[in-house]
């Protein structure tokens, strides 16, 4: 297509409406096909960004045995979590700037992993959270909190 042949989203919709409404039969697999494929529309703006990983610092190529905790930051819209990895506990702050900072309740911080249930905490009137007995792996982080959210990459521990 060239440029002027391009649809709006409001006409793509539209289309779309019309297409369903005239009795299309539509599998719940393609739907939910869809609505996953429609989600993945705004994942960069939507996931943080990791400003700190302790383990990619110069010297830290080859690790010493587990020794030293893993410090993480990710940051997104003045929104900040700082993670320290010691042993199978994890530690974290949720540090946040207007919006974020004024909200009445606490932050929840999710943990979740590809293939396991995901562990749940609230953070403190501070933002200071506690998570025990996280396994090596790959993991998220989710943190919602009156309205917001953000996504961490997901991170190898």
Do not use: C, K, N, Y
Not at 48 to 56: F, V
Not at 62 to 80: D, M
Not at 116 to 139: I, K
């Amino acid at each position: 297509m060239s440029g002027d042949d391009r649809l709006t989203d409001d006409e793509l919709l539209a289309l779309l409406g019309e297409a369903v409404a005239d009795g299309a039969a539509v599998s719940e697999r393609r739907r939910t096909a869809a609505r996953a494929a429609f989600t993945w529309r705004s994942v960069d703006a939507e996931l943080a960004e990791l400003l700190h990983d302790s383990a990619l610092d110069a010297g830290a190529a080859v690790r010493s045995g587990g020794e030293q905790p893993r410090t993480l930051a990710f940051g997104r819209s003045g929104i900040t979590l700082e993670v320290e990895i010691d042993g199978d506990a994890l530690l974290g702050q949720v540090i946040g700037t207007g919006e974020a900072a004024a909200a009445p309740e606490p932050a929840t911080v999710r943990l979740e992993r590809p293939d396991a249930e995901a562990q749940v905490v609230e953070a403190d009137a501070a933002g200071f959270f506690r998570l025990s007995g996280v396994a090596t792996g790959t993991v998220r982080l989710v943190v919602e909190q009156a309205g917001w959210s953000l996504t961490t990459p997901w991170v190898a521990l």
